[in-house]
């Protein structure tokens, strides 16, 4: 099995920065792809950012050049630095990690974030 624990979330004022971290533990040689989704209140969890094994990217639309991703394999940490932070982008967000062999998904509890006008 694989726990998933994130950190770092927070109320933070529109333009500034939070730092989301996800440590890994367990059976954390049965990761792949991970990344961070997101669920606003009243509203789909969504994908934020991904970032594979070897250190690929994807971001959706509504946070590229804003979010970055980032991955630390040796520590089995991965990394969601959130610049220029919006009303918008509130919401809980979750680590997400998908295993190597089965078609299955690992989740954090979530941490709120919350942004201020």
């Known amino acids: 099995q694989v726990q998933l624990v994130e950190s770092g979330g927070g109320l933070v004022q529109a333009g500034g920065s939070l730092r989301l971290s996800c440590a890994a533990s367990?059976?954390?040689?049965?990761?792949?792809?991970m990344g961070w989704y997101r669920q606003a209140p009243g509203k789909q969890r969504e994908l934020v950012a991904v970032i594979t094994n070897g250190g690929s990217t994807n971001y959706a639309d509504s946070v590229k050049g804003r979010f970055a991703i980032s991955r630390d394999n040796a520590k089995n940490m991965v990394y969601l630095q959130m610049n220029s932070l919006k009303p918008e982008d509130t919401a809980v967000y979750y680590c997400?990690?998908?295993?190597?062999?089965?078609?299955?998904?690992?989740w954090g509890q979530g941490t709120q974030v919350t942004v201020s006008s």
């Open positions: 367990g059976s954390t040689f049965r990761l792949n792809d």
């Open positions: 997400n990690a998908r295993d190597r062999w089965y078609p299955k998904d690992y």
